[in-house]
């Protein structure tokens, strides 16, 4: 990582709140400028790149700011540094996750070491946007980089609000839509979306209700795709073209589709107005016709993702979410000072809503955890969860 420390007194001094009046004029997306490099250059996640805007508004050392935080979606490239570092921008948490690999140096298969979609990246990228852990259900406490939480998401069904899909529903007839068993739920039809491959959210489905891309890819699901070539190695085709993640527009118009979607994602996307007041960020509203179904657990009772406008952080389906930071960076002032501990910026960032200062990350939508509960349910900044990539 080549990331520019800065002094210890200005890690201590790093402000995490903000003025209402302070606050700039909206960015649409990504740092603005764009010219503007900041200390900690991150990319990936669709899901969080919201927040981390507004976080990256909020943060500053030394009256600078600290996190620039480029959008999954936007420009066919993103510069990063002021020194070359312009390459085709990544979309979604494994292509976050690869794109740091590179800028570490290392060979990920896309033109050599320290490349990423054949071009050279070493040392452009601090840091990852992942909602997803890349060891799966496994947590491990050792691996070259650290997954640091600072968040909550619940992931549910999206139906569209239009048509005769039930508003609850359980887990296991969510898996069997998914695994094609069922092509109704109580006797109502139903035409599930896949995400785009390398997204988080998909990664994290797709593990709940049991499927897999090699699965999917040799036409085991006829709901979903079909293959054309018996090549795991080659994508099917979808039989319904594959959704960004988080885009409630795509069941606009279609009263039968259902779709994974981020509760957090969604509530941000209706806080609109008033997170570009409070941090000057543009969330797009893309929910369409999509509305959030409860969840029934086998042998539990339904539980919303949203009660009262606030995420459900006991959602039966629900994640942490992730900046991702080189395991050697850990003790370095900057990375420390912005990420590690619960008492770092980013898990005490606020901003002043009419004289009370609100959490920024509970702004954009998701749940805080303050307690240790397992490695893959932990508090802010908690540093002991670790994968090779």
């Known amino acids: 990582m080549k990331v520019r420390s800065i002094s210890k007194v200005a890690a201590v001094g790093f402000a995490a ?61 993103v510069r990063t540094k002021a020194a070359n570092c312009d390459f085709p921008r990544p979309n979604g948490s494994s292509n976050g996750r690869r794109a740091l690999r590179a800028s570490e140096g290392e060979d990920i298969g896309q033109g050599g070491p320290g490349f990423w979609s054949n071009v050279n990246v070493v040392g452009c990228v ?28 619940a992931v549910t069904l999206a139906r569209n609000v239009t048509g005769d899909l039930p508003v609850n529903v359980s887990f296991a007839q969510v898996q069997r839509v998914y695994r094609c068993f069922d092509r109704t739920i109580a006797g109502n ?45 080659t994508a099917a085709v979808p039989l319904i073209p594959r959704a960004q993640e988080h885009d409630g527009t795509v069941l606009t118009g279609f009263p039968t589709r259902v779709a994974p979607f981020s509760a957090g994602q969604f509530i941000a996307q209706g806080n609109a107005a008033k997170i570009a007041s409070l941090t000057g960020v543009t969330v797009a509203d893309r929910r369409g016709e999509a509305a959030l179904s409860g969840i029934r657990p086998t042998g539990g009772a339904v539980q919303q993702p949203v009660v009262n406008g606030v995420l459900n952080i006991n959602f039966p389906l629900r994640r942490d979410v992730y900046n991702i930071v080189p395991t050697a960076d ?15 910026a980013v898990c005490t960032a606020t901003v002043n809503d ?36």
């Open 330 to 344: 850990l003790t370095n002032p900057t990375v420390a000072a912005t990420f590690v501990g619960g008492s770092s």
């Open 354 to 389: 009419g004289g009370t200062q609100r959490s920024v990350v509970e702004l954009f939508g998701f749940g805080v955890r303050s307690t240790l509960v397992s490695p893959l349910d932990a508090n802010c900044g908690f540093t002991n969860l670790r994968f090779g990539n």
């Open 189 to 233: 039809p139903v035409s599930p979306v896949m995400l785009q491959a390398g997204s988080g959210t998909w990664d994290f489905w797709s593990s709940k209700v049991g499927i897999t891309e090699v699965e999917i890819n040799l036409g085991d699901y006829p709901c979903l795709a079909a293959d054309t070539d018996s090549n795991p190695a």
């Open 126 to 153: 601090d840091f990852a946007r992942s909602s997803s852990y890349g060891g799966g259900s496994t947590p491990s406490s050792t691996g070259n980089y650290t997954y640091i939480p600072f968040g909550v998401d």
């Open 17 to 77: 709140v903000v003025a209402v009046g302070l606050v700039a004029a909206p960015a649409a997306a990504d740092p603005s400028p764009v010219t503007e490099y900041r200390t900690l250059a991150g990319v990936g996640s669709d899901t969080t790149q919201d927040v981390m805007n507004g976080l990256g508004n909020v943060i500053t050392s030394g009256g600078n700011k600290v996190i620039a935080s480029w959008d999954a979606r936007g420009t066919a490239n």
